[in-house]
T-cell receptor, first 114, second 113 residues
Framework: GAVVSQHPSRVICKSGTSVKIECRSL??????MFWYRQFPKQSLMLMAT?????????EQGVEKDKFLINHASLTLSTLTVTSAHPEDSSFYIC??????????FGPGTRLTVT | GNSVTQMEGPVTLSEEAFLTINCTYT??????LFWYVQYPGEGLQLLLK?????DKGSNKGFEATYRKETTSFHLEKGSVQVSDSAVYFC????????????FGQGTTLQVKP
């Protein structure tokens, strides 16, 4: 089946620094990718919709200047957490939409901000 | 607004036991409903889905029926295996928001031999 990868799988950074997370669709082209955030023992919360070649659409309450999304190609979307703080520590998951509209999820990235 | 509520876990069962994980939803219009499964260390995978009332989704022995009258989409399996141990997420997608999924909080299933 379709595969979506994320890199890195886990990252630790210091408060105030920026971290970039990559999401790649490995065997299909994805015009739309989604970024989710998951807190421990909680649901996945949609952060933003990433469209290839255009600006991302952010959900209410998500700071677009803090969570920068770039969808530069049909197989790659990146999420950059700028000036990270401990409260940004979370599990970030991306998904990519295939040709028939089904979503394929990446394995997630564990971000820890110290 | 739109939301999904799942029964809290963890759910612990013995092998070959019957499984039910409850899921109810609140939505405007007629959403599509999904069950996703997340095995340890892996990404979410679509388990089954239903797109209209009374539809039954099924896969790998799991079933769920879209019940509009009770706004429910309960997941069932007649005989669970140890390999079914995972986290199960119920989700909905509104017709007007193709692609945007709203998830329940997830239910952890542990199956013991």
């Amino acid at each position: 089946g379709a595969v979506v990868s994320q890199h890195p799988s886990r990252v630790i950074c210091k408060s105030g620094t920026s971290v970039k997370i990559e999401c790649r669709s490995l065997d299909f082209q994805a015009t739309t990718m989604f970024w989710y955030r998951q807190f421990p023992k909680q649901s996945l919360m949609l952060m933003a919709t990433s469209n290839e070649g255009s600006k991302a659409t952010y959900e209410q309450g998500v700071e677009k200047d803090k969570f920068l999304i770039n969808h530069a190609s049909l197989t790659l979307s990146t999420l950059t957490v700028t000036s990270a703080h401990p409260e940004d520590s979370s599990f970030y998951i991306c998904s990519a939409t295939g040709g028939r509209g089904e979503q394929y999820f990446g394995p997630g990235t564990r971000l820890t901000v110290t | 607004g739109n939301s999904v509520t799942q029964m809290e876990g963890p759910v612990t069962l013995s092998e070959e036991a019957f499984l039910t994980i409850n899921c109810t939803y609140t939505a405007t219009g007629y959403p599509s409903l999904f069950w996703y499964v997340q095995y340890p260390g892996e990404g979410l995978q679509l388990l089954l889905k239903a797109t209209k009332a009374d539809d039954k989704g099924s896969n790998k022995g799991f079933e769920a029926t879209y019940r509009k009258e009770t706004t429910s989409f309960h997941l069932e399996k007649g005989s669970v295996q140890v390999s079914d141990s995972a986290v199960y997420f119920c989700a909905l997608m509104r017709p007007s928001n193709t692609g945007k999924l709203i998830f329940g909080q997830g239910t952890t299933l542990q199956v013991k031999p």
